[in-house]
């Protein structure tokens, strides 16, 4: 960007299309410049007194200009524009001086009516009169310069010069006049100016010569004084002045009126011009002009005139109210600002004087705020004690000031001042601890619960992050098995979980804000995992295996309630999901066995009798009281006979559906020899261990096969977790390398287990050798 400047002087009115000059040479620039960078010229104004001629390169007149319209009287007169080229930019500003001709003649007001004197042929020389003053709208040298009075014997001209440098003139009286030779001149008054065609202005004046009038009217004071009070009613009197003329007749007849003097007091009062009464005509107001003159002339019907001075003094009223001007104002204001800062500053003034114009200043209400002087007219707001933004977070101020009129006047003006945030407000929780649930097998991913904080703080310092802090679970990080949403609080699950690994989870979130530095606040959700119906009743006895099968021995002689055996199942879940109940689905005499629903005991339900086939077949299915319920099955075989032989016979058809039919023969042989042989062996070792326990007066046993629990027909849940009670009852299945065992009999029940090999014809029948087992059938067995 480059730039440069132009000053051209040119003389107003010039013609349309008037050269001014010749920028492209003024400027440096050639004509292709000019076209190729599209000049224009850019004005602020509306009125485009220049055009650019860009195919010359000149600058001509495109409106009328005229130095009086465009200024006034104020010189030098110019007015500036910009050039403005492109490619590359470039700005020039070219200013234009426009200079006075001489297009205004003087001009006299009322020019077409003349000024009428009257005069007394008897006035001494001397006497004065003040003539009207012509006005020429140019100025310097082409302003007025000059009074020329047309050539007369009585009067002379005498100019005089205004402060501001106007002038105005008198003609004075310079030889007495001769009604008789005279009795009416006419003059004129002639204003020349200093241009070039010079230019003049003219106006008539007719002089009448009275009658002798040898006495001029005469006031009784040369300076009347008065008060007035301000905002006075139009019309009101304020002031009789008095004039006298000696004079009888029509010369002492009078006549008052006022003549115009600095300032517009005679805009002010008016005068009865019989009674010389001075009334208020105008607004006065003390704030524009405390005090006025004008001056008052009296006229005779001889023309003579007296004059006298009224000042007035004006007295001021409380009618004005104080304005307040803010001149700083500081919101926000942060609320740990302390007692004692400022904020605003204001100016009150009242244009009144006096104690109208003392004030003072207060605030509307309680607010902790107070007002202090400090400069004249000024005064400070000031905090007067701490915020607390949580409490109110902002105050509307009302400060008024009133001053010591009578009425007293006041005004006031409203703040609205913001507190802005410290962060002084940790997040809160609604509780100390949280309880939560979730069901097991639960979807990874699954919302948990939702804690929520909130902080009395805003914006920033309010913006709550949630955070998991890093705890411990079964020596895993609490991160494994759940997360925490940071902005939402949302706690979901990270893996599916199992009630029977972990029943309850503990965590701690912290609620952290987003100031600097950050509070924060901890809180303790406790996870609790619910149990769902998702693990089957687990039977326990009679064991299913598939290499042999497991027979309970019935005597014929058993009578009703005969305790056959009993069906032991568990159910790892917990609560009504493990409470198991027994059912007898299928059997091959419905009539003959029931099971107890609550403890799962096979009963007779009758006498066994010599019709009931030895080879018994009893489906029982165990199910839980889960929604929806889980079951598990077990089949129990029961032999009822009185001797071994009459079982082998009867079971020999228990392996005939599991063998192949072919070598049927052979395995039923194979079959009894090892049944045999193991019966003698367990015999023997059975014989032998009771015989060590009367020496040594106690039992034990160690058996290879699972310890089976005997659940009691009334149970409760005590911990909530299983089915068991703390006393357990259990049944011991003995065998041949039974050897020292923690189990202690206070007395064992009378029964016979038959175990077969289905791949032989032999069985295996346990018998204890102790009278008072077999003659106690149901005693329980006692675990320590």
Known sequence: MVGGQIRYSI???????????????????????????????????????????????????????????????????????????????????????????????????????????????????GVQFELQSAEDLDVGQNALQDYVLSPNENFILKQHANPDGSKYVEIVLEKPLDRERHPQLSLKLIAVDGGTPQRSGTVNIDVTVLDANDNAPAFNQSVYKASVMENTTKGTRIITVNATDADSGLYGAITYSLSKTKGNAVNMFSIDEHTGTVSVSGQIDYEKDRKYEVRVEAKDQG?????????????????????????????????????????????????????????????????????????????????????????????????????????????????????????????????????????????????????????????????????????????????????????????????SFDYEQIKQLQLVVKAQDGGS???????????????????????????????????ELVPRSADVGYLVTKVVAVDVDSGQNAWLSYKLQKATDRALFEVGLQNGEIRTIRQVTDKDAVKQRLTVIVEDNGQPSRSATVIVNVAVADSFPEVLSEFTDFTQDKEYNDNLTFYLVLALAVVSFLFITCLVVIISVKIYRWRQSRVTYHSNLPVIPYYPPRYSDTLGTGTLQHVYNYEVCRTTDSRKSDCKFGGVGSQNVLIMDPSSTGTMQRIQSEKSILDEPDSPLEVS
């Open 303 to 495: 023309g003579l005139t007296g004059s006298s001075k009224i000042t007035f003094e004006v007295v001021d009223v409380n009618d004005n109210a104080p304005i307040i001007n803010i001149m700083s104002f500081s919101s926000p204001v942060s609320e740990d600002a302390p007692p004692g800062t400022t904020v605003a500053v204001l100016n009150i003034k009242d244009a009144d004087s006096e104690t109208n114009g003392e004030i003072k200043c207060y605030i509307d209400g309680k607010l902790p705020f107070k007002i202090e002087s400090s400069l004249t007219n000024y005064y400070n707001l000031i905090t007067d004690q701490h915020f607390d933004r949580e409490s109110v977070s902002d105050y509307n101020i009302t400060i008024t000031a009133s001053d010591l009129g009578s009425p007293p006047l006041s005004s006031s003006t409203k703040l609205h001042l913001k507190i802005s945030d410290v962060n002084d407000n940790a997040p809160i929780f609604n509780k100390n601890c949280y309880s939560a649930y979730i069901t097991e097998n639960n979807s990874p991913g699954f919302s948990i619960f939702a804690v929520s904080a909130r902080d009395s703080d805003w914006n920033q310092n309010a913006r709550i992050s949630y955070l998991l802090e890093d705890t411990q679970v079964s020596g895993s990080p609490i991160s494994t098995y759940v997360s925490l949403n940071s902005e939402t609080g949302v706690i979901s699950a990270v893996r």
């Open 11 to 125: 003389p107003e009115e010039m013609k349309k299309g008037s050269v001014i000059g010749n920028v492209a040479q003024d400027l440096g620039l050639d004509l292709k410049r000019l076209r190729s960078g599209r000049a224009r010229i850019v004005t602020g104004g509306n009125i485009h007194y220049t055009e650019l001629k860009t195919d010359k390169g000149i600058l001509v007149v495109n409106e009328r200009i005229d130095r009086e319209q465009l200024c006034g009287d104020v010189t030098p007169c110019s007015f500036s524009f910009e050039v403005i080229l492109e490619n590359p930019i470039e700005l020039h500003r070219i200013t234009v001086e426009v200079l006075d001709i001489n297009d205004h003649a003087p001009v006299f007001p009322n020019k077409d009516a003349p000024i009428s004197i009257e005069i007394s042929e008897s006035a001494a020389g």
């Open 517 to 551: 530095p950050p509070l924060s606040s901890n809180v303790t959700v406790k996870v609790q995992i619910q149990d769902q119906n998702d693990n089957p009743p687990q039977v326990l006895y009679p064991v299913q295996t598939g290499g042999s099968l497991v027979a």
